[in-house]
Every structure is written in C-alpha cells, then in structure tokens.
C-alpha cells in the first residue's frame, strides 16, 4: 500500500503562483511513476503532469510552459510548481501514484487539493 498526502492548494489571482507538495509513503520502493491529475465538477480527471523514477516528464499541453514536476527522492515528495496559473486551472489536483506488475498498472490516489484560479 502507498499513501499520499497533498498540500499547498488555495486560492490566487490569475497570473499568480502555487506549488503543490504530494508526500508519499508506505510501499513506496514499487512506485513506477508518480503525477499529478486535475478534476472539475461534471468533468473526467485529467492528467497534468507525471514523472517517472528515471526523471523523465511528461505534461499536458494545456500546461506546458506554466507548470513544473519535479521530485525529491529524500523525501519522497513530488512537487507541481504552478506559475501564470489561470481561471481555467480552477480544479481539484490529485497526486497519483503507480507502479506496474506483470503489465498490470495499480494506482494510488491522495485526497485532492483545491485549486482556485481567481479573475
């Protein structure tokens, strides 16, 4: 079992900044990829960014150039740094955790956070 824990949502001003902290915990030597997933009201979860135990990142377009991943494997954290944030950033961000065995992809999910993205 891994556990996640997030922290620094909020609200800001469009144009602002927020960095988002994801600690994880538990069975965390067979965690492949962690990320982070962001959800609005009527909406499928989407996927912001991931990063993989090599380093390797992979972002959304609708992100790319704004938001930054990134990792501390000391602490077993993974960061979102979020710069020029916009209203439509507005969402819940979960941090996901997953691992692969056999082909068989098993994943972990924290609370969510509030991001609120004011005019």
């Known amino acids: 079992q891994v556990q996640l824990v997030e922290s620094g949502g909020g609200l800001v001003q469009a144009g602002g900044s927020l960095r988002l902290s994801c600690a994880a915990s538990g069975s965390i030597f067979s965690i492949t990829v962690m990320g982070w997933y962001r959800q609005t009201p009527g909406k499928a979860r989407e996927l912001v960014a991931t990063?993989?135990?090599?380093?390797?990142?992979n972002s959304a377009d609708s992100v790319k150039g704004r938001f930054t991943i990134s990792r501390d494997n000391a602490k077993n954290t993974v960061y979102l740094q979020m710069n020029s944030l916009k209203p439509e950033d507005t969402a819940v961000y979960y941090c996901?955790?997953?691992?692969?065995?056999?082909?068989?992809?098993?994943?972990?999910w924290g609370q969510g956070t509030q991001v609120t993205v004011s005019t």
């Open positions: 996901n955790a997953a691992y692969y065995s056999f082909a068989v992809r098993t994943d972990y």
């Open positions: 990063i993989t135990n090599g380093g390797r990142t």
